[in-house]
Structure formats: structure tokens, C-alpha cells
């Protein structure tokens, strides 16, 4: 089966960090662009941070700006989310999918996702 997935979510307290695995099962994420999405409690799913296949392009929600640094390991066929400051509006179910084929640039689309994972819940509260 071709799928993600996520792992590293947890509770953290805020200010605290929390660093987000998405392997790949079954496929190679080689040429995958890949986006961290998530989604709060009554909230639509949405998009957080992308990486191009190549890791040359990145880009960031407004929200994680300076806080989240996404970077890939295709050697490890994984991409990571590391979380630093963390704050309460943070809470949600993390999810990363792929978001196209594209070597230099990248976008967080829900539409265009493929091989969502189950998710990974990340509660910030003190």
C-alpha cells in the first residue's frame, strides 16, 4: 500500500519544540514534492510548510514563519518538521502528503495531495 506516514507528535508545553517524521511506505519520495498540513478541532485542514523533491524550494504559512523549518532525507525516503516555540494555537492533527512532482518549488494545496498519512497529534498546553 502507498502511503505516509507521520510520527513525532506528542505534548509539549509552550515554548517547547517537537521535531515531525513523514516516511514513505512503498514508494520512493525521490522526486515527491511533500507538504505538512494540519488541522484543528472545527477547523478545515490547512497547508503549513512544503519542500520541492529536490529541497531547493520551501515555503511557509504565514502562523509558523521563523518557528518551523521543514528539510528532507531522501537517502532515509523521509521528510521532517522541526517545531521550535510552540504555542497553543499550534494544537492540531499534523498530516504530509505529496503535493506534485516538482524539482524546485512547491505548494500547500489540500487539493492536489496524495498518499495522506493517518496524522499526528500535537498538543501545546501548559
Known amino acids: 500500500q502507498l502511503q505516509l506516514v507521520e510520527s513525532g507528535g506528542g505534548v509539549v508545553q509552550p515554548g517547547g519544540s517537537l521535531r515531525l517524521s513523514c516516511a514513505a511506505s512503498?514508494?520512493?519520495?525521490?522526486?515527491?514534492?511533500i507538504g505538512w498540513f494540519r488541522q484543528a478541532p472545527g477547523k478545515e485542514r490547512e497547508g503549513v510548510s512544503c519542500?520541492?523533491?529536490?529541497?531547493?524550494?520551501?515555503n511557509y504559512a504565514d502562523p509558523v514563519k521563523g518557528r518551523f523549518t521543514i528539510s528532507r532525507d531522501n537517502a532515509k525516503n523521509t521528510v521532517y518538521l522541526q517545531m521550535n516555540s510552540l504555542k497553543p494555537e499550534d494544537t492540531a492533527v499534523y498530516y504530509c502528503?505529496?503535493?506534485?512532482?516538482?524539482?524546485?518549488?512547491?505548494?500547500?494545496?489540500?487539493?492536489?495531495?496524495?498518499?495522506w498519512g493517518q496524522g499526528t497529534q500535537v498538543t501545546v498546553s501548559s
Open positions: 502528503a505529496a503535493v506534485g512532482l516538482f524539482q524546485a518549488m512547491c505548494v500547500m494545496e489540500t487539493s492536489i495531495g496524495n498518499y
Open positions: 512503498g514508494f520512493s519520495l525521490d522526486y515527491h514534492a
Open positions: 519542500i520541492s523533491s529536490s529541497g531547493a524550494g520551501r
